[in-house]
């Protein structure tokens, strides 16, 4: 809270709760960087070269895609790591491919330039729809884009955190969430985003708390900041006062208290005190969350 003999002010931020819990930690912001992409005329005698700088910068893409699918499938179980699947389809997509390969011999630029320019216009093409899926899908096509060229420039995305943080970012793309899910995160809070988000779905299975749809949090936040984070009301705080870190941590021990003495009533029969019996049922999605919904209660 402070900084030398400077006292920050407190903020509150209202937003979307996407994944229960509360934590109470420093932020670190999550900026990609976004790939410099300069346009270059190519001599006849570069071209095949660029190409098959293509065809490496998207199989070591694919590679990397891969290996984040398989942690996903580990992690949160085959169905819901399926959405990650759809990136590397693109990458498969012989049309998109050829017509890019074909724009880098019939233009002679650069592949970069081809790259960006070619992807970007299907992302701008789904981010006009009123339709938060197509949003959604125009980021990751974006995501997807950044990859390949930061493959062809031979730059490399920091994932590595140190130590114990909360998360900021504009959004966070369901493979930005699986990355950095490796590192010991307290929590994730974005600007943008929905409850049915696929970053918020991946937040949930991952047990991570999370608040999507908070404005411009990666505008006031900057790294170090302390921060809570409250999942259940979609609250984030920076620079919180004594008496906040109290309350939350109070707060915090209540829910955890309450959750434990749950776990130990799952057992008994759910009959109400005239002798009713109750039948309990759990809506599931996933095969993987039924030994979940059996450790918080008994069916039947």
């Known amino acids: 809270m402070t900084d030398g003999s400077t006292i920050k002010k407190e903020i509150i931020l209202k937003g979307i709760p996407a994944s229960h819990g509360i934590s109470i930690g420093s932020a670190y912001l999550f900026m990609k960087d976004i790939p410099i992409v300069e346009e270059r005329k190519l001599k006849d005698d570069e071209i095949t070269h660029d190409t098959e700088r293509l065809d490496r910068a998207i199989q070591k893409s694919s590679k990397e895609l891969n290996k984040i699918l398989i942690f996903a499938q580990e992690k949160i179980g085959e169905a819901k790591a399926k959405v990650l699947e759809a990136q590397m389809m693109v990458l498969e ?62 730059e490399r995305l920091v994932s590595k955190l140190e130590g114990s943080v909360i998360v900021i970012a504009h959004t ?91 776990t130990t009533l799952k057992d008994l029969s759910a009959q109400t005190t005239d002798g009713h019996t109750i039948e309990l049922s759990a809506n599931i999605e996933l095969p993987e969350e039924i030994r979940l919904a059996g450790y918080s209660c008994k069916f039947g």
Not at 113 to 138: F, G, Q, T
């Open 172 to 262: 966070l793309t369901p493979a930005d969430t699986m990355i950095l899910s490796r590192n010991h995160i307290l929590g994730y809070a974005t600007d943008i985003g929905g409850i049915t988000s696929h970053a918020a779905l991946f937040s949930r299975s991952l047990k991570i708390p999370a608040i999507v749809g908070l404005g411009d949090v990666s505008r006031c936040v900057v790294t170090g900041d302390l921060l809570i984070l409250d999942g259940y009301s979609g609250t984030l705080i920076i620079h919180p006062t004594q008496k906040h870190l109290e309350e939350y941590k109070r707060k915090h021990e209540r829910m955890m208290k309450f959750e434990h003495r749950l």
């Open 93 to 154: 997509d012989h049309i998109l491919i050829n017509a890019i390969k074909r724009r880098i011999q019939n233009e002679k630029k650069n592949a970069e330039y081809i790259v960006n320019d070619e992807i970007s216009k299907y992302a701008a093409l789904m981010l006009k729809a009123h339709d938060e899926y197509m949003h959604e899908r125009a980021h990751d096509m974006e995501d997807l884009k950044n990859r390949i060229v930061r493959n062809l420039l031979q």
